[in-house]
């Protein structure tokens, strides 16, 4: 098997268990059972846990940073380009639904290991999302607030939506068509100023 294909195995299956467990509750010796290798096999490309946690998590960064750039091309206003970042969750939740869930686990998981971590693979889609948000205050499209906790409300109720979709549906119904559109227009709700609001005009009644 050539190297190349050994490694992006053991990436893919690593992201699997990652996935499932969060970086606490996958082990090195499930992952390499699962790319079909012995534990040396496996540190032959990594030389430990944190380094195939950081290389999974890397590719997933790449990953997200490229299709943000692909899905805010073009677009100026800050409705449609918070829309759009939104949607590349929606979207990777749907094509890659385990890089989707390790993205909530670096999110929420243990806060000690990224205090120590020396590099971020998704700090990108983050600052993004908070860029946007800084200029749309700055224009007055969106609602005063810390840019940093209005991003993490959005990414939660994205998280949520659509990672609990399973649950919600066996305890109501299955969610119909358009459900990620709506958990979209959800999160942004009251996020963004009408543009002719009261405190915006200066003409009475």
């Known amino acids: 098997m050539p190297n190349a294909t050994s490694v992006a195995r053991i990436l ?21 059972k699962a790319a079909g290798l012995g534990n040396p096999g496996l540190l032959h490309h990594f030389p430990s846990k944190a380094a195939l946690y950081r290389a999974v998590l890397e ?14 091309a073009g677009l100026v206003g800050v409705d449609e380009r918070l829309r759009a970042l939104l949607g590349v969750l929606v979207t990777l939740g749907r094509e890659r639904p385990t890089a989707l869930r390790l993205v909530m686990h670096e999110f929420l998981d243990d806060t000690g290991r990224i205090e120590k971590a020396t590099v971020l693979p998704l700090a990108g889609a983050v600052r993004r999302a908070v860029e946007v948000i800084e200029e749309g205050q700055s224009a007055g499209d969106v609602v005063d607030g810390d840019p940093l906790a209005i991003v993490s409300r959005l990414h939660g109720t994205l ?35 009408s543009p002719t609001t009261p405190s915006d005009s200066g003409s009475a009644p």
């Open 159 to 193: 998280f949520y939506g659509l990672l609990g979709t399973t649950v919600l549906g066996r305890i109501d119904a299955e969610p119909e068509e358009g459900w990620a559109d709506r958990l979209v227009d959800a999160a942004l709700e009251g996020l963004l100023r």
């Open 12 to 32: 893919e299956r690593a992201e699997e268990r990652f996935a499932a467990g969060g970086f606490g509750g996958a082990s090195l010796s499930s992952i390499a």
């Open 59 to 72: 590719g997933v960064g790449e990953d997200m940073d490229r299709r943000m750039d692909e899905a805010t």
